[in-house]
């Protein structure tokens, strides 16, 4: 299994900066890919952004041009660099890893951090 713990997350204002870091323990030999998602209040969870262990990333519409994944394969963490922030990003931010073993394919979930942006 494969565990995650985000951080990074907090209060800022439209136009600003934050940085999400998520760290991976565990089977993180297995994780082929990682990613960030996020859940606005009343919405559901969207993909914001994906990165594969080969560095090739995707983003949400809504976040290109604003929004960086980056990962370090060796410290096994995933960060998403968030700039030009506006209040419609306000939403609790997850990190997802995608881990393949001998049984199939199985993702893992962090907690959450809260991003909250104001006007």
């Known amino acids: 299994q494969v565990q995650l713990v985000e951080s990074g997350g907090g209060l800022v204002q439209s136009g600003g900066s934050l940085r999400l870091s998520c760290a991976a323990s565990?089977?993180?030999?297995?994780?082929?890919?990682m990613a960030w998602y996020r859940r606005a209040p009343g919405k559901q969870r969207e993909l914001v952004a994906a990165?594969?262990?080969?560095?090739?990333?995707n983003y949400a519409d809504s976040v290109k041009g604003r929004f960086t994944i980056s990962r370090d394969n060796a410290e096994n963490t995933v960060s998403l660099q968030m700039n030009s922030l506006k209040p419609e990003d306000t939403a609790v931010y997850f990190c997802?890893?995608?881990?393949?073993?001998?049984?199939?394919?199985?993702?893992?979930w962090g907690q959450g951090t809260q991003v909250t942006v104001s006007t």
């Open positions: 565990g089977s993180t030999w297995s994780i082929n890919a």
């Open positions: 997802y890893a995608r881990a393949i073993a001998t049984s199939g394919t199985f993702g893992s």
């Open positions: 990165i594969t262990n080969d560095g090739i990333t």
